[in-house]
């Protein structure tokens, strides 16, 4: 089958591979009928991710056909669609008793990274019973691909961790598309106003269309204050951090209203600074957390519903053997406009 494997930094190809099969009673082997990319294949092609090794097949998201399960598989049988947690669980050990899937102690965050991933025409999933979420008749597939990662990463670790509440002000850093999944599940708690700040103001106008009240490029470096200007200088009761870096977490410190909550999401390489002379005082929380994906089942109602459109996050479209390009157009988002691209296998 064809496969994407990657190489050790910088390095991936298309190879042929063996196809997966069923090692442990409890596994399937689903047959990827659509797979997306994710920042982070890209952090672990630029050698971000040291536990990745060379070998590894990429990506954690998906939809796809039950081709084979163990006999230890209660829920699913060949032919059946199924939606791919990017979190592999065995809903048996401590962490999972307490739904905190991605500390899973035999499982985790591991599809892609520790073991082969989506981004190949079959994956094996490890404790399918736990891991895969049914696909109910007619739902929209490509939109569904949205649920496997970046919907209830910002729901649970933006929204939820943020504590967003009706009527309260929220700023999101980072209008990829973990902000804009922030944005569109913030709007279930209908908040006043949700200001999205980037550097990049094709993602801000995205933004706007995606129900964002008021937008701040901070490239200039005047983001705290326009924020403040906005909220009449009280700041905002949750800033949600969805980008990843020293300087996006301080304008979260310096934009957060007494009370109010910094909900980290965004995946940080290096130490940043935790400005306490100024908030020691501030009744402020902090939230950081991985993604469980234990929301699935209710983002999947939501989209079923239409209460969110997340196929508007799709921009591109590709075949399997087209992946390199769809790589290329993806890590050029700025030039190309891209958020998720599908890969049809
Ligand atoms: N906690 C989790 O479980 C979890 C899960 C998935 C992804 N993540 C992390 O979430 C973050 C966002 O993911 P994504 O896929 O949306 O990434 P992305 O790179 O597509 O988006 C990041 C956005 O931040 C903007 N940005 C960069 N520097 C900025 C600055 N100084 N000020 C304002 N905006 C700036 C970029 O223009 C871009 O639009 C990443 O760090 C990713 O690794 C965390
Ligand atoms: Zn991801
Ligand atoms: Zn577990």
């Excluded at 536990?51 to 209660?74: F, R, Y």
């Excluded at 891991?131 to 970046?150: C, H, N, R």
Aim: charged content about 20%.
């Amino acid at each position: 089958m064809q496969a994407l494997v990657y190489n050790g930094p910088g390095l991936k190809n298309l190879e042929d591979r063996p196809k997966p099969i069923v090692q442990e009673p409890t596994d399937a082997v689903i047959r990827i009928t659509k797979t997306t990319i994710c920042g982070t294949d890209l952090h672990i092609l630029k050698g971000d991710v040291a536990t990745c090794q060379p070998g590894t097949v990429l990506g954690h998201e998906g939809v796809g056909i039950v081709d084979a399960v163990g006999s230890g598989v209660a829920t699913f049988k060949p032919g059946d669609r199924v939606l791919i947690s990017c979190i592999t669980a065995c809903g048996r050990c401590d962490p999972c008793r307490k739904r905190m899937y991605s500390h899973c102690t035999t499982g985790g965050w591991i599809l892609g990274h520790r073991i082969d991933g989506t981004q190949a025409e079959y994956v094996r999933i490890p404790y399918a019973d736990t891991s895969l979420y049914p696909i109910p008749q007619g739902a929209d597939e490509e939109a569904l691909v949205m649920l496997s990662d970046i919907l209830p990463t910002g729901f649970e670790c933006g929204v939820l961790n943020g504590k967003i509440e009706p009527g309260s002000s929220v700023a999101i850093v980072g209008a990829g598309p973990i902000g804009l999944a922030a944005l569109l599940t913030a709007q279930f708690y209908s908040p006043a106003e949700i200001i999205m700040i980037d550097l990049d103001d094709n993602r801000l106008a995205v933004g706007k269309r995606f129900g964002a009240t008021a937008t701040v490029n901070s490239a200039d470096g005047n983001a705290a204050q326009q924020v403040m200007k906005l909220t009449d200088g009280r700041g905002v009761d949750t800033a949600i951090e969805a980008v990843g870096i020293p300087a996006t977490f301080t304008l979260c410190e310096d934009i957060v209203a007494p009370g109010g909550t910094i909900a980290n999401v965004g995946v940080h390489g290096i130490k940043v600074d935790l400005h306490l002379e100024r908030l020691w005082s501030h009744n402020v929380t902090i939230t950081t957390g991985l993604v469980d994906t234990f929301s699935i089942p209710m983002l999947l109602n939501t989209v079923r519903s239409q209460r969110i459109d997340a196929k508007q996050l799709i921009t591109h479209r590709f075949k399997l053997g087209e992946i390199l390009q769809a790589y290329d157009t993806f890590g050029r988002a700025a030039d190309t406009k891209a958020l998720k691209v599908i890969i049809e296998a």
